[in-house]
């Protein structure tokens, strides 16, 4: 083993992931590392100013590097105070002026999704579809096609069945982009969130419609079996979903 002078000397000159690292060698080197001054030492690299002070700003400088000299990634959620029980979903679609699609979608609908996927579709859609990020499709029923001549809008609204408000998702957004190799027609709607987030901006809801597989998607109406919500800008998780949604501007 080193002897513990040694070790005093070196541990000043390392960087602060190996320092982290010699702790866990053995007793005598966490004893030896966990000394403040060491800390200290890594905290006046990042942060010269913080040794300015007779104490640091945190319990120790240890705790401060901990927590403060790499940014957090994947933190864990908290449960959502939502959950698809509570919610029901109002979906109204429209060709041109003319009301193709209106359905009322109770949230466990979409949550469970389209367990098995009908016959006749893409092998691109297929895929796309088990992908692991988190994406609520329902079947469309009735099923109803659309013409690609016409301009195709759409309206979504969700209600909570715990405290009877309502809040917009999407507006009349027009599904203005057909993805012709995975049979899907886009739309999207920025999202009202409440104005207790006011600096969270630009997250957008996606809309989809799902098509069946044809010869030439410019040959006639095409026939919708599905309908795909998500956010998967900034959730990909059930529970990111809820929460997002919970941030909704609720009226």
């Not at 957090?72 to 009301?99: G, H, M, Q, V």
């Not at 899907?184 to 989809?208: H, K, N, Q, V």
Request: glycine share 4%; with cysteine; proline share 6%.
């Amino acid at each position: 083993m080193f002897s513990e002078e040694v070790l005093k000397n070196v541990f000043p000159l390392l960087e602060g992931e190996d320092l982290a690292a010699c702790m866990c060698v053995c007793r005598q080197w966490r004893d030896i590392a966990i000394d403040d001054f060491y800390w200290k030492c890594q905290c006046a690299k990042k942060w010269p100013s913080v040794c300015k002070r007779h104490k640091p700003p945190t319990e120790t400088y240890y705790k401060m590097y901990q927590m403060f000299s790499k940014r957090r990634l994947n933190r864990a959620l908290p449960p959502p105070r939502l959950s698809f029980e509570d919610l029901e979903f109002f979906i109204d679609i429209w060709s041109e002026e003319k009301l193709v699609f209106s359905g009322l979608i109770l949230g466990v609908a979409l949550e469970i999704g389209i367990k098995t996927l009908p016959l006749g579709i893409s092998n691109v859609l297929r895929t796309h579809l088990g992908r692991p990020d988190y994406k609520m499709v329902v079947p469309a029923e009735p099923r109803f096609t659309i013409p690609l001549n016409q301009s195709v809008s759409v309206s979504v609204l969700v209600a909570r069945n715990d405290s009877n408000k309502v809040a917009r998702i999407i507006n009349r957004a027009v599904f203005d982009y057909i993805d012709r190799s995975s049979y899907r027609a886009l739309a999207f709607e920025y999202l009202d969130l409440s104005p207790c987030y006011p600096f969270i901006t630009g997250i957008r809801a996606w809309i989809s419609l799902l098509f069946m597989d044809v010869e030439d998607m410019n040959d006639g109406p095409l026939d919708v079996f599905g309908i795909q919500l998500d956010f998967n800008d900034v959730a990909d998780t059930k529970e990111e979903v809820l929460w997002l949604l919970d941030m909704l501007d609720w009226k």
